[in-house]
């Protein structure tokens, strides 16, 4: 939103008005009414202890000249509110009368913008009626001050004895505060400001202290104010595009400098005092709010602050602007705007006396508060982090501290202003440890001079005597290039160059490839502007899938702001070179210049911090304008003045002549007075003067720079080209290669490095980054050769051919069996992608079905049918193509078959969004009356992200299908029944469950009965399941629906504690079952988080914690009588009932232990209480999860040791008996106490603590 130009047409002028504001002396004193900041103040009464002199009164526009310009109409509220935001200020000579400068925006409704550039001062008051409304008012002021403050007269005593010290500082605060007329000279703030199309701030607050220094010093100005003023508003012209100025001030010269069309956007706010007051780590914060339209709260007390940090956080964004309500100096008028529901970045002004707590915003939920002058910024929750965040502070810091300025900021940052030393950036350049490859600005002079029709213009402006040699400035040094501006404004612009290159390379990393996923419309301009709003025009989805992982927080709500959003539109609409916006067109050279660097590694995308190698040439261009100035401007000259105008008084501005500052000169075409130094700025000048139309020239300038740079194939011999293309070829593979063995290698991790491949390095690669690396090999691969490009997917084009051909071969029956079910398992896929709508473009398509070959390992079948139609290769391809190199083809496919040794979810966990069809299969026994069901089951299925909710299943039905949005990796099935009709007794063996787009297929077991009085009388249970081997035999079948299987032989898992159900372990046996579950947690934990498996199948699985615990208790327990089944849960409720019977009669033993049965107890309560028709296994299970998250194990086993109740329900040889062998158990569970435990919903679900 900074930068450079206005929307205006103005006719290449510097500045569009001198404005004067202050008080009107016609008018008097008026109260500013809407001066009411202290609106969000929450305490309340201060406004009547405000003397006079800290009240605001109403500011005017004095005088503005000219009256009225057609390019830029004046906008009298918004100047007068804008050049003094809090109105009109009175002081004394007690007071500091600083001059303060502070800069602003006037944004219009269609959004173009003029700036101002303000500068206040006092003026002492020389009306006697001001100076007597005053007194008056102080007088007022103190009587309401009296009756608020005197205190009751049986107060009298107290105040004496306790008030002397509050009354001491009260009055001395009235005097300081006070204006007696007959001793103080009063004092009115007045302002001058400019009003500028651009935003040029340092030479507009030159202009501005000099006008002041004009009239405050005590030898009069050279020339009347008016010359210099009629000078910068008629005779100083805006610099052109990558041109200097200097023109003359009242007491010295003053210099602009404006960027190139490929530079970045003009920026002229010191970047330097935004990071010694926020420091590096809240800008970088601050930065990520505004990326992400937070609202946005700036507050200071200092307006060029609020001006500085606002300009500075958008023209860092580049190349996105903010789109939103955008109002850095936020006028006492506008204070509602703080109550708006939108994204908003505005300023708010402090007056340094109340603090943070004191401040009552509207909206503070999403809100990111910076408090300026104190140095700490407020940010909203969940703010995810920038991309390689670390990395990146540490590259602006290494820069600041380059300059003296450290990057944690400065509160005296004037001495390290001092010792600014500037950076050199060929030394960043040099740095090749990430890939930085110094680049070579293009030379447009040479382009030029090879150009006949430049050449012919060139020998007829010699011959008028004028030469256009070019400097050459390559062999100078930097000793040799006197800059005309001083050393600080130099160093200024060279830190704020350098941080704003480090800035913009971050995007041009990030987005390095994003046109690809641009979604071009079908219709026209018009039409598709009309109805932008309801298109996708970015496919989102793709996009995200190619990035690495730690960049998803922030990508994926970066991608939903309106700044991209208009970006994209932008790039839509501007597609031609011609009419694309100039800030679009900087961002795609420069994106275009990093695929010609990017030679050594060819995927753009990497988790490696790339640092910004465009420093040295960026910062060269400064110097080169600095050091020779491109246009001098007219000098300040007496004006056609009556004699005794123009005198002015000591220390008050005066009014100036409105005859001869009303009117620019008298005619319309500026003369042409000051000179071209550069030789393109003279040719440019010329071809203007002689009528050549310059478009031509520089399009020829192009067309020669392509054609020098762009080699043509067709200028090489045949064994050339052959050698090349085999190079091409070798390369692809040698990629394909260390692409397979890299990706391996991050997909087995430790084990790898066991295997002896600890040389890859593969710290920090995330596997989404090189499955997206790989998805552009595979369409290099396809790109390679090709006849006649279709689409910007040569892989899907491809694809979309092959299964057209395979449709005409089935229809006339030319297809085998055996070929059309191998077919079919392409055909599956390719549907399957085809069916996800959130997936616009042809490259993310196509790369999408990579991702879901490589999770059903059929990547490298399904290539191979794809290039198995040798007609249809040969008709798409050239003979030198990689697909038509029979020996390379098999290699790489070769390569991509070992992918089937690893298990990769590449798609499952990138399209969560997406909406996948699920099939269940319930296979109940057979056996003991177990199929016939007369209850209306029912079903809810869990995964890493999310679950299904209850699904009513119909009765007798045991299969079905139904869609829901993408679970994950499944964990758990949670089955049960209403207990309805007359046999409401269910026997499920297992259940399966298989993802029809990923054809994953989990088994839940169970092996239990469901039903009242049946097995421990559970309506419901909660299986654990794992993922099924992918069988060969099943993939080649029909890929719809699983078939139906047969109960496979097993061992049924009855849990009741009953000798004869379960095989007999002894105590050694279960010692060990107790050790590998507990080992197999802490082994979960000490991996990478990317490699951990499913935590609920370690607790609840088959060799889980909850199986080897059930052994624990069911070892010893004394044989149940009258064919009764007796559960462990029946134990534990007895030992419950013990315990609290035990605390009633306060039979306590000690402290610890009462806390430990205390907590035992309420567990078993908080689980009998759940409305939840689980069995008493399936509390158990519970009980053992609850534990285990709150550390809670190793203590209920000491107290269920030392119960009574387990010696009457326990052998002598039970292992809960025996001392040594529970004090053993209790070692190895207190090893779970280091880890933090999240259970997953379903194994807790109904219980509340």
Same mark, same amino acid.
Not at 294 to 320: C, G, K
Not at 441 to 466: C, D, F, H, M
Not at 1208 to 1232: F, G
């Given at each position: 939103?900074?930068?450079?130009?206005?929307?205006?047409?103005?006719?290449?002028?510097?500045?569009?008005?001198?404005?004067?504001?202050?008080?009107?002396?016609?008018?008097?004193?008026?109260?500013?009414?809407?001066?009411?900041?202290?609106?969000?103040?929450?305490?309340?009464?201060?406004?009547?202890?405000?003397?006079?002199?800290?009240?605001?009164?109403?500011?005017?526009?004095?005088?503005?000249?000219?009256?009225?310009?057609?390019?830029?109409?004046?906008?009298?509220?918004?100047?007068?509110?804008?050049?003094?935001?809090?109105?009109?200020?009175?002081?004394?000579?007690?007071?500091?009368?600083?001059?303060?400068?502070?800069?602003?925006?006037?944004?219009?409704?269609?959004?173009?913008?003029?700036?101002?550039?303000?500068?206040?001062?006092?003026?002492?008051?020389?009306?006697?009626?001001?100076?007597?409304?005053?007194?008056?008012?102080?007088?007022?002021?103190?009587?309401?001050?009296?009756?608020?403050?005197?205190?009751?007269?049986?107060?009298?005593?107290?105040?004496?004895?306790?008030?002397?010290?509050?009354?001491?500082?009260?009055?001395?605060? +009235?005097?300081?505060?006070?204006?007696?007329?007959?001793?103080?000279?009063?004092?009115?703030?007045?302002?001058?400001?400019?009003?500028?199309?651009?935003?040029?701030?340092?030479?507009?607050?030159?202009?501005?202290?000099?006008?002041?220094?004009?009239?405050?010093?005590?030898?009069?100005?050279?020339?009347?104010?008016?010359?210099?003023?009629?000078?910068?508003?008629?005779?100083?012209?805006?610099?052109?595009?990558?041109?200097?100025?200097?023109?003359?001030?009242?007491?010295?010269?003053?210099?602009?400098?404006?960027?190139?069309?490929?530079?970045?956007?003009?920026?002229?706010?010191?970047?330097?005092?935004?990071?010694?007051?926020?420091?590096?780590?809240?800008?970088?914060?601050?930065?990520?709010?505004?990326?992400?339209?937070?609202?946005?709260?700036?507050?200071? +007390?200092?307006?060029?602050?609020?001006?500085?940090?606002?300009?500075?956080?958008?023209?860092?964004?580049?190349?996105?602007?903010?789109?939103?309500?955008?109002?850095?100096?936020?006028?006492?008028?506008?204070?509602?705007?703080?109550?708006?529901?939108?994204?908003?970045?505005?300023?708010?002004?402090?007056?340094?006396?109340?603090?943070?707590?004191?401040?009552?915003?509207?909206?503070?939920?999403?809100?990111?508060?910076?408090?300026?002058?104190?140095?700490?910024?407020?940010?909203?929750?969940?703010?995810?982090?920038?991309?390689?965040?670390?990395?990146?502070?540490?590259?602006?810091?290494?820069?600041?501290?380059?300059?003296?300025?450290?990057?944690?900021?400065?509160?005296?940052?004037?001495?390290?202003?001092?010792?600014?030393?500037?950076?050199?950036?060929?030394?960043?350049?040099?740095?090749?440890?990430?890939?930085?490859?110094?680049?070579?600005?293009?030379?447009?002079?040479?382009?030029?001079?090879?150009?006949?029709?430049?050449?012919?213009?060139?020998?007829?402006?010699?011959?008028?005597?004028?030469?256009?040699?070019?400097?050459?400035?390559?062999?100078?040094?930097?000793?040799?290039?006197?800059?005309?501006?001083?050393?600080?404004?130099?160093?200024?612009?060279?830190?704020?160059?350098?941080?704003?290159?480090?800035?913009?390379?971050?995007?041009?990393?990030?987005?390095?490839?994003?046109?690809?996923?641009?979604?071009?419309?079908?219709?026209?301009?018009?039409?598709?502007?009309?109805?932008?709003?309801?298109?996708?025009?970015?496919?989102?989805?793709?996009?995200?899938?190619?990035?690495?992982?730690?960049?998803?927080?922030?990508?994926?709500?970066?991608?939903?702001?309106?700044?991209?959003?208009?970006?994209?539109?932008?790039?839509?609409?501007?597609?031609?070179?011609?009419?694309?916006?100039?800030?679009?067109?900087?961002?795609?050279?420069?994106?275009?210049?990093?695929?010609?660097?990017?030679?050594?590694?060819?995927?753009?995308?990497?988790?490696?911090?790339?640092?910004?190698?465009?420093?040295?040439?960026?910062?060269?261009?400064?110097?080169?304008?600095?050091?020779?100035?491109?246009?001098?401007?007219?000098?300040?000259?007496?004006?056609?003045?009556?004699?005794?105008?123009?005198?002015?008084?000591?220390?008050?501005?005066?009014?100036?002549?409105?005859?001869?500052?009303?009117?620019?000169?008298?005619?319309?075409?500026?003369?042409?007075?000051?000179?071209?130094?550069?030789?393109?700025?003279?040719?440019?000048?010329?071809?203007?003067?002689?009528?050549?139309?310059?478009?031509?020239?520089?399009?020829?300038?192009?067309?020669?720079?392509?054609?020098?740079?762009?080699?043509?194939?067709?200028?090489?011999?045949?064994?050339?080209?052959?050698?090349?293309?085999?190079?091409?070829?070798?390369?692809?593979?040698?990629?394909?290669?260390?692409?397979?063995?890299?990706?391996?290698?991050?997909?087995?991790?430790?084990?790898?490095?066991?295997?002896?491949?600890?040389?890859?390095?593969?710290?920090?690669?995330?596997?989404?980054?090189?499955?997206?690396?790989?998805?552009?090999?595979?369409?290099?691969?396809?790109?390679?050769?090709?006849?006649?490009?279709?689409?910007?997917?040569?892989?899907?084009?491809?694809?979309?051919?092959?299964?057209?051909?395979?449709?005409?071969?089935?229809?006339?029956?030319?297809?085998?069996?055996?070929?059309?079910?191998?077919?079919?398992?392409?055909?599956?896929?390719?549907?399957?992608?085809?069916?996800?709508?959130?997936?616009?473009?042809?490259?993310?398509?196509?790369?999408?079905?990579?991702?879901?070959?490589?999770?059903?390992?059929?990547?490298?079948?399904?290539?191979?049918?794809?290039?198995?139609?040798?007609?249809?290769?040969?008709?798409?391809?050239?003979?030198?193509?990689?697909?038509?190199?029979?020996?390379?083809?098999?290699?790489?496919?070769?390569?991509?078959?070992?992918?089937?040794?690893?298990?990769?979810?590449?798609?499952?966990?990138?399209?969560?969004?997406?909406?996948?069809?699920?099939?269940?299969?319930?296979?109940?026994?057979?056996?003991?009356?177990?199929?016939?069901?007369?209850?209306?089951?029912?079903?809810?299925?869990?995964?890493?992200?999310?679950?299904?909710?209850?699904?009513?299943?119909?009765?007798?039905?045991?299969?079905?299908?139904?869609?829901? +949005?993408?679970?994950?990796?499944?964990?758990?099935?949670?089955?049960?029944?209403?207990?309805?009709?007359?046999?409401?007794?269910?026997?499920?063996?297992?259940?399966?469950?298989?993802?029809?787009?990923?054809?994953?297929?989990?088994?839940?077991?169970?092996?239990?009965?469901?039903?009242?009085?049946?097995?421990?009388?559970?309506?419901?249970?909660?299986?654990?399941?794992?993922?099924?081997?992918?069988?060969?035999?099943?993939?080649?079948?029909?890929?719809?629906?699983?078939?139906?299987?047969?109960?496979?032989?097993?061992?049924?898992?009855?849990?009741?504690?009953?000798?004869?159900?379960?095989?007999?372990?002894?105590?050694?046996?279960?010692?060990?079952?107790?050790?590998?579950?507990?080992?197999?947690?802490?082994?979960?934990?000490?991996?990478?988080?990317?490699?951990?498996?499913?935590?609920?199948?370690?607790?609840?699985?088959?060799?889980?914690?909850?199986?080897?615990?059930?052994?624990?208790?069911?070892?010893?327990?004394?044989?149940?009588?009258?064919?009764?089944?007796?559960?462990?849960?029946?134990?534990?409720?007895?030992?419950?009932?013990?315990?609290?019977?035990?605390?009633?009669?306060?039979?306590?033993?000690?402290?610890?232990?009462?806390?430990?049965?205390?907590?035992?107890?309420?567990?078993?309560?908080?689980?009998?209480?759940?409305?939840?028709?689980?069995?008493?296994?399936?509390?158990?299970?519970?009980?053992?999860?609850?534990?285990?998250?709150?550390?809670?194990?190793?203590?209920?086993?000491?107290?269920?040791?030392?119960?009574?109740?387990?010696?009457?329900?326990?052998?002598?040889?039970?292992?809960?008996?025996?001392?040594?062998?529970?004090?053993?158990?209790?070692?190895?569970?207190?090893?779970?106490?280091?880890?933090?435990?999240?259970?997953?919903?379903?194994?807790?679900?109904?219980?509340?603590?």
């Amino acid at each position: 939103m900074s930068g450079g130009g206005g929307g205006s047409s103005a006719p290449g002028r510097f500045a569009d008005y001198f404005v004067i504001c202050g008080l009107d002396t016609e008018t008097g004193l008026e109260p500013d009414e809407l001066s009411g900041e202290r609106v969000f103040l929450s305490h309340s009464g201060e406004n009547f202890e405000q003397t006079p002199l800290r009240r605001t009164f109403k500011s005017k526009v004095l005088a503005r000249y000219p009256e009225n310009v057609e390019w830029n109409p004046f906008d009298q509220d918004a100047v007068g509110m804008l050049c003094m935001p809090k109105g009109l200020a009175f002081k004394t000579q007690a007071d500091s009368r600083e001059p303060q400068f502070h800069s602003f925006i006037i944004t219009r409704e269609d959004g173009s913008r003029t700036f101002g550039f303000s500068l206040t001062f006092f003026e002492e008051v020389t009306s006697k009626q001001i100076c007597s409304a005053m007194q008056t008012l102080y007088h007022m002021h103190n009587a309401e001050y009296d009756i608020l403050h005197t205190p009751p007269t049986n107060d009298k005593d107290s105040c004496s004895s306790t008030g002397d010290c509050n009354g001491t500082s009260v009055s001395k605060l +009235q005097r300081f505060n006070s204006y007696d007329i007959s001793r103080d000279t009063l004092y009115v703030s007045k302002c001058i400001c400019l009003i500028t199309p651009m935003s040029f701030m340092k030479a507009c607050k030159k202009v501005l202290e000099q006008l002041h220094q004009a009239v405050t010093s005590p030898q009069p100005p050279p020339l009347p104010l008016e010359s210099y003023i009629y000078n910068i508003l008629y005779e100083v012209p805006l610099p052109p595009a990558g041109r200097s100025l200097k023109f003359s001030g009242v007491y010295g010269p003053i210099i602009c400098q404006r960027p190139s069309t490929n530079e970045l956007p003009l920026f002229d706010f010191p970047v330097k005092e935004v990071f010694e007051l926020l420091g590096v780590e809240n800008v970088v914060q601050l930065f990520t709010c505004a990326l992400l339209e937070f609202q946005i709260l700036l507050y200071s +007390q200092h307006y060029q602050r609020l001006m500085t940090v606002a300009e500075t956080i958008t023209a860092l964004m580049f190349p996105f602007q903010w789109q939103h309500v955008y109002v850095p100096i936020l006028p006492a008028s506008l204070l509602h705007f703080l109550d708006a529901p939108v994204p908003y970045l505005m300023g708010l002004h402090s007056n340094g006396l109340d603090d943070r707590s004191k401040l009552e915003l509207p909206q503070e939920a999403n809100l990111c508060f910076v408090d300026i002058d104190n140095h700490f910024i407020e940010l909203p929750e969940d703010l995810p982090q920038f991309p390689n965040k670390l990395e990146f502070v540490q590259e602006i810091s290494e820069i600041l501290m380059a300059f003296g300025i450290p990057p944690e900021g400065n509160l005296h940052c004037s001495e390290s202003a001092s010792k600014m030393k500037s950076l050199r950036a060929c030394d960043l350049v040099s740095d090749k440890r990430n890939g930085n490859i110094a680049g070579s600005p293009l030379n447009s002079y040479e382009l030029l001079k090879e150009n006949e029709t430049i050449a012919r213009l060139q020998a007829l402006v010699k011959r008028t005597g004028v030469s256009l040699e070019k400097v050459n400035y390559s062999g100078l040094s930097k000793k040799d290039l006197k800059i005309q501006c001083d050393e600080e404004e130099f160093k200024v612009y060279q830190l704020n160059i350098q941080i704003r290159e480090i800035f913009a390379n971050r995007f041009t990393q990030m987005f390095a490839d994003y046109e690809v996923f641009v979604i071009q419309p079908n219709q026209d301009k018009e039409s598709w502007f009309t109805n932008r709003e309801q298109m996708q025009n970015f496919d989102k989805a793709s996009f995200l899938s190619d990035q690495p992982e730690p960049y998803l927080p922030f990508l994926s709500r970066f991608l939903e702001t309106q700044m991209f959003a208009s970006f994209i539109d932008n790039k839509i609409m501007c597609h031609d070179e011609d009419d694309k916006d100039p800030v679009l067109r900087v961002f795609d050279s420069r994106v275009d210049k990093i695929r010609l660097l990017n030679v050594r590694t060819p995927t753009l995308r990497t988790s490696m911090y790339q640092k910004c190698t465009t420093i040295d040439e960026a910062e060269k261009s400064i110097e080169l304008r600095l050091a020779k100035i491109d246009h001098t401007a007219v000098h300040p000259h007496l004006l056609d003045m009556k004699i005794g105008q123009g005198k002015y008084e000591l220390g008050f501005f005066p009014k100036l002549q409105s005859d001869v500052l009303s009117t620019g000169p008298a005619t319309v075409r500026i003369v042409l007075k000051y000179l071209y130094l550069f030789s393109l700025g003279k040719l440019v000048l010329l071809a203007f003067l002689f009528s050549v139309p310059i478009q031509k020239y520089i399009q020829e300038a192009r067309n020669l720079g392509s054609t020098i740079r762009q080699p043509k194939l067709s200028n090489l011999s045949p064994s050339v080209i052959a050698q090349t293309n085999w190079k091409f070829v070798e390369g692809l593979l040698k990629e394909c290669r260390n692409k397979t063995k890299r990706m391996l290698v991050e997909k087995m991790g430790r084990e790898a490095v066991e295997l002896g491949h600890g040389e890859v390095n593969i710290t920090g690669v995330e596997e989404n980054t090189l499955i997206a690396s790989l998805c552009d090999l595979l369409e290099r691969i396809w790109s390679h050769g090709l006849q006649v490009k279709q689409g910007k997917s040569a892989l899907w084009s491809h694809l979309l051919h092959y299964l057209e051909n395979r449709q005409r071969r089935t229809t006339s029956g030319k297809l085998s069996c055996f070929e059309n079910n191998v077919r079919c398992l392409l055909f599956c896929s390719f549907r399957h992608i085809q069916n996800i709508s959130e997936i616009k473009t042809d490259v993310g398509k196509a790369r999408a079905w990579v991702r879901l070959s490589m999770e059903k390992k059929l990547l490298s079948r399904h290539l191979k049918q794809l290039l198995s139609d040798h007609e249809l290769t040969k008709k798409l391809y050239k003979r030198y193509a990689f697909l038509r190199c029979d020996d390379e083809k098999e290699q790489f496919l070769y390569h991509l078959l070992s992918f089937n040794a690893v298990d990769y979810f590449c798609f499952t966990n990138v399209f969560t969004t997406i909406l996948i069809p699920y099939h269940i299969l319930i296979v109940p026994s057979k056996k003991l009356g177990g199929s016939m069901f007369t209850a209306n089951p029912w079903i809810c299925i869990s995964g890493e992200l999310g679950e299904t909710g209850v699904l009513q299943i119909p009765r007798n039905i045991l299969e079905m299908t139904f869609e829901c +949005q993408n679970l994950g990796k499944l964990t758990t099935v949670q089955i049960g029944h209403d207990n309805s009709g007359l046999y409401a007794k269910w026997l499920v063996e297992y259940v399966m469950v298989r993802n029809e787009i990923t054809g994953h297929t989990y088994k839940f077991p169970c092996g239990r009965w469901l039903g009242k009085g049946m097995d421990d009388g559970s309506l419901e249970r909660i299986l654990v399941g794992e993922l099924l081997t992918s069988n060969t035999e099943v993939d080649e079948r029909q890929c719809r629906t699983p078939p139906l299987q047969q109960s496979p032989s097993m061992i049924r898992r009855f849990v009741t504690i009953s000798p004869n159900n379960k095989p007999k372990l002894n105590t050694g046996q279960i010692q060990e079952a107790i050790g590998e579950a507990v080992n197999g947690i802490v082994k979960h934990f000490h991996k990478p988080e990317k490699e951990r498996g499913s935590l609920t199948l370690l607790l609840c699985g088959e060799s889980g914690l909850v199986s080897a615990l059930e052994q624990v208790f069911q070892h010893g327990f004394k044989s149940p009588r009258l064919f009764k089944n007796v559960f462990i849960w029946d134990f534990l409720e007895k030992a419950q009932t013990y315990y609290e019977t035990l605390e009633q009669n306060e039979m306590v033993p000690e402290e610890n232990w009462q806390t430990r049965a205390r907590n035992f107890c309420r567990f078993i309560t908080a689980i009998n209480n759940t409305p939840r028709n689980i069995g008493k296994d399936g509390k158990f299970q519970m009980l053992v999860c609850l534990g285990a998250r709150d550390h809670l194990l190793h203590h209920w086993i000491a107290l269920l040791a030392d119960c009574p109740i387990t010696a009457q329900m326990y052998e002598d040889i039970a292992l809960i008996k025996d001392h040594t062998l529970v004090n053993s158990l209790i070692r190895v569970l207190q090893t779970l106490q280091e880890f933090n435990i999240t259970l997953e919903a379903s194994l807790v679900k109904g219980i509340d603590i």
